[in-house]
């Protein structure tokens, strides 16, 4: 059995029709948690209590950790810390494999130039020291062999059901839909890699099911002809056919935006990734794999025609 732990989220559900290539037996947790696929087992669970971790966990041969907590650095530092501990305690109890989908906070500063495995653990942010605390805790039970576990990293994504979670869906689909200007954080002129999420899914379910990919950490694949924010707008407003023309956010504009949009005040820790080139690598992942990534075009036109079918429903 293969577990998805957090299966209600954008990546749990892309991973769970990843899956289905290899496997059948694919247990779906989360607190109402719904099919993917007919032959999934729903698991209704609340996470934050270790017992039901556990009783979640046990009888699976792998368990994907794609838990997304509400953006609040008060959230990741109350709920972060006591989930992964627990997690790895059930997982080495069961023994059962630990694939975490995990995000790049962990890697601040000038280090997110160039993102590569070997990037060092640097956070310099709030929510980047919880990240780094949750890889740690991971990579310390690698090391002392009681724990067989992944650590797949993925950058900012975006993807035909994660409209709420998105920046870019938020700071320029939404916009564009509403007949606004697209918006962009601190430097639009600068590179940001970002994922699609149907590939992070399918790169996810083929680290959980390589044998020999664990026990390290791996960047997910993603389109590595890397745009500009600027480039990012442009593709949006050509399949949109709406204007180019984007305003770009200042630190103070964010923390004005802030007092009326309360997840905006939890970005300017987070400006490190705007002010400055985002480039993630995943050399490692093309290098050792078959797999074609979905354009950065392409992705733009999937995830704008699933959004606006779902809007129309």
Partial sequence: MQTILGSGGAIGTELAKALKQYTSDIRLVSRNPKKVNDTDTLFPADLSDKSQVSKAIEGSEICYLTLGYEYKTKVWQEKWPALIK????????????????DNVYAIGGDNVKHITELSPISPTSKKGKVRAFVDQHILENIETGKLNAIIARSPDFFGPSNKETSLVLNLVYDNFAKGKKAQWFCNADVIHTMGYTPDLAKGTAILGNT??????????????????????????ATEMNASDKV???PMWGLKLLGVFIPIMREMPEMMYQFDRPYNFDCTKFMNRFEFKTTSNLDAVKFA??????????
Avoid: S
């Avoid at 790895?88 to 989908?101: M, P």
């Fill in 247 to 249: 305003t770009v956010l």
């Fill in 211 to 236: 044998a020999d990919a664990y026990n390290q950490v791996w960047n997910l694949p993603v389109d590595m002809n890397v745009l500009t924010g600027r480039e990012w707008v442009k593709l949006f």
């Fill in 86 to 101: 627990n997690v790895v305690e059930a997982c080495i109890q069961h023994k059962t494999k630990l694939v975490f989908f």
């Fill in 304 to 313: 704008i025609e699933a959004l606006q079918k779902n809007a129309g429903k």
